[in-house]
């Protein structure tokens, strides 16, 4: 029973609704999705197999992620000789327009789950000031997260 909720879930969340824009304002559509459960119960191989049936999708382990890893960061790269400071986007704006994936978001500390929050909600976009750069990247996807309970059982 436990297992059919899970799948119910899965499905609504690959088929989530659009964003929906009138005169009475715009509507975010994407299905953010929480997946916690002990360790063990096959979330992982859930969450990968999901990852190959979505159309566009990004998928990230939690651990290790960093605030740049999630929304941006300035790079610099060579043109023509010259290095130039480009933006090279997250697992968020990558999943613009898509779905975004991340396993053991439990292991995903404080400081970044405001960043996760900031660029989901509203009007969904990663503000990013870098390296004299200034840009809006778009993050308008349904977030899948895993993780184990705080305190076990």
């Not at 824009?21 to 509507?27: C, E, V």
């Not at 997946?35 to 939690?62: H, V, Y």
């Not at 043109?79 to 994936?101: D, M, Q, V, Y």
């Amino acid at each position: 029973e436990e297992l059919d909720t899970v799948f119910e879930a899965s499905v609504a969340w690959l088929f989530n609704a659009y964003r929906i824009d009138n005169d009475l304002g715009s509507y975010r559509g994407d299905l953010h999705f929480g997946l916690i459960g002990d360790p063990g119960r096959g979330k992982s191989t859930i969450l990968s197999r999901l990852n190959e049936i979505a159309p566009k999708s990004e998928f990230r382990s939690g651990t290790g992620l960093s605030k740049i890893g999630l929304t941006a960061a300035a790079v610099q790269e060579e043109f023509a000789g010259t290095t130039e400071w480009t933006l090279s986007p997250g697992i968020l704006p990558r999943a613009n327009g898509g779905h975004c994936i991340i396993d053991e978001v439990d292991d995903v500390v404080d400081e970044k789950t405001k960043s996760m929050h900031d660029a989901l909600e509203g009007d969904q976009m990663v503000k990013v000031d870098k390296a004299g750069i200034t840009a809006d990247l778009p993050t308008r996807t349904a977030l899948l997260a895993s993780g184990n309970p705080v305190h076990g059982r």
